[in-house]
């Protein structure tokens, strides 16, 4: 799965993502609302991660996930 799909589907991919990173919230989780960049930038807000560390995650739960 490719971020396009992931993009595409957003809303059948949000709860993956609350599971996956339990830190962010709901509303950040909407604001996000498929945007890559937001997500690895939430990711290095909530928990401190690196910029090529979140890439790296988002990326793995991108080939990882399907729904």
Do not use: H, P
Request: proline share 0%; with cysteine.
């Amino acid at each position: 799965m490719n971020w396009d799909q992931v993009k595409g589907q957003w809303k059948q991919f949000k709860g993956k993502i609350k599971e996956k990173w339990g830190k962010l919230t709901d509303d950040e989780i909407d604001v996000i609302s498929g945007k890559k960049d937001q997500l690895v930038g939430k990711l290095q807000e909530r928990y401190g991660y690196a910029k090529d560390k979140a890439e790296k995650e988002v990326d793995e739960f991108c080939t990882t996930c399907s729904c």
